[in-house]
């Protein structure tokens, strides 16, 4: 609350203007926008979002990566731009989000994941985050186990420790693995399908008619840091799947849980991607590893409850503490 006070204030006081100016581009990377709180993966309320947009609307003008063409500042750019970029494909996105954005008449872009769109199944890693509330819920230790991988939940730790310390033991698998193995505590903690739905085709090709803009966030959702067979499937073939059922060139590809390693870079690059989307301060490329020949993005995450900690993370406040 206090925190929450002391950016409403900020904001009052126009505070933002001692930063440095914008880059005539920002890019923020954005997930849910709901009403059903969620400890490990909260969503922005609608309330948030909204105000959030109006306080964007008073000093940037929204963009696409479309109207970008390749990472050039346009000539006529006369305010800062900024693209709302959008991941994993949840419905709440078409509940709450989207109404705003067609009301406000602001275009998005959103990254969907094929097998979560196929199956309606919640990304692997939501799967993870449901699976660590359950246990936390048992208020019992457990211990979570096949073949070489072994982890113990300590549920004296705080369940944001013990899901980042899990994630990183996770993060060396394919997403065979994990679904397998997500499948099995589902089972053994005889856990119902979560709440978490997804978008369907028709939900895409709904939002697309209502200026959203398509792009990848890969084929199952796997950390794309380890080498792999596993990455033309995730990088390529999610391009061709969803061109096949949206109609149009998917020129985005944004890095699923902010990992890549650089040579899934290259093949993102190879696939024919124009954008490529991280993470800023996520696994990190150097810049020897970029290319020219696309647009380089990494996108700042939006995650705050107030509108007005959101506002000041987009011009830059928080990373003056993050260098
Ligand atoms: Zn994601």
């Given amino acids: 609350m206090l925190r929450h006070i002391f950016f409403q204030l900020s904001y009052a006081l126009r505070i933002y203007r001692l930063l440095p100016s914008s880059p005539w581009v920002t890019v923020l990377c954005l997930h849910r926008v709901g009403v059903h709180s969620h400890p490990l993966f909260p969503p922005l309320s609608p309330n948030t979002f909204r105000k959030f947009i109006h306080l964007l609307k008073r000093e940037f003008d929204f963009t696409t990566f479309t109207y970008l063409g390749v990472g050039d500042k346009p000539i006529a750019c006369k305010r800062p731009f900024v693209i709302l970029s959008f991941d994993d494909g949840y419905k709440d996105f078409m509940e709450y989000a989207l109404p705003i954005l067609v009301e406000e008449k602001i275009p998005s872009n959103h990254n969907i994941i094929v097998d979560c769109v196929e199956t309606g199944k919640p990304p692997w890693t939501q799967r993870f985050n449901n699976i660590l ?101 995730e990088i390529s073939q999610s391009k061709i799947h969803i061109e096949s059922r949206i109609g149009k060139v998917v020129h985005t590809f944004a890095f699923p849980n902010g990992l890549v390693h650089p040579e899934a870079y290259q093949a993102a690059v190879q696939a024919g991607y124009r954008n490529i989307l991280l993470i800023e301060g996520g696994s990190m490329l150097s810049v020897e590893h970029l290319s020219n020949q696309v647009g380089n993005y990494f996108r700042r995450l939006i995650r705050h409850a107030s509108p007005y900690e959101n506002y000041f993370n987009v011009v830059g406040f928080h990373r003056l503490f993050h260098r």
């Fill in 133 to 233: 509330l359950k246990i936390f819920s048992l208020k019992k230790d457990f211990v979570i186990e096949k073949a070489a991988f072994h982890f113990r939940v300590n549920i004296k730790q705080s369940i944001h420790k013990v899901k980042k310390d899990l994630f990183k033991q996770l993060f060396n698998y394919d997403y065979p693995f994990l679904n397998e193995l997500a499948s099995e505590l589902e089972n053994r903690l005889d856990m119902e399908q979560a709440q978490d739905q997804m978008m369907n085709w028709n939900d895409i090709n709904e939002c697309q008619r209502w200026g959203v803009e398509i792009g990848s966030h890969s084929y199952y959702h796997s950390p794309l840091c380890n080498p792999s067979d596993f990455w033309e499937k």
